[in-house]
């Protein structure tokens, strides 16, 4: 069984930054994509960024692209996603997922496996 655990959410300015990783386990991860999400509140779940374990391949949702940089530590089994240029819209709690395919999807209901979320609040 898949397990995701996020850590680094928090409080933040306007023009900062932070980073959050994900620690996972339960599995061999090298067949899988890894990925975070943010939901505001009131709002649907969207895709921010998502990697590809084996290959390193990596791609963003158009309003993180610039400003966030998803990475993976093969040695420790974590997922981070370092967020620089941080926006009051990017307020939210992100979640890590991951998924057992390397088929690239940004659609939330194909992922199988979500860890808990973390709040990250940007301030203006």
């Known amino acids: 069984q898949v397990q995701l655990v996020e850590s680094g959410g928090g409080l933040v300015q306007a023009g900062g930054s932070l980073r959050l990783s994900c620690a996972a386990s339960g599995r061999t991860f090298t067949e899988y994509t890894m990925g975070w999400f943010r939901q505001a509140l009131g709002k649907e779940r969207e895709f921010v960024a998502l990697?590809?374990?084996?290959?390193?391949?990596?791609y963003y949702a158009d309003s993180v692209k610039g400003r966030f940089t998803i990475s993976r530590d093969n040695a420790k089994n974590t997922v981070s996603l370092q967020m620089n240029s941080l926006k009051p819209e990017d307020t939210a709690v992100y979640y890590c997922?991951?998924?057992?395919?390397?088929?690239?999807?940004?659609?939330?209901?194909?992922?199988?496996?979500w860890g808990q979320g973390t709040q990250v609040t940007v301030s203006s």
């Open positions: 997922a991951a998924r057992a395919s390397t088929a690239i999807t940004t659609t939330a209901t194909m992922w199988g496996s």
């Open positions: 990697i590809v374990w084996r290959s390193g391949y990596t």
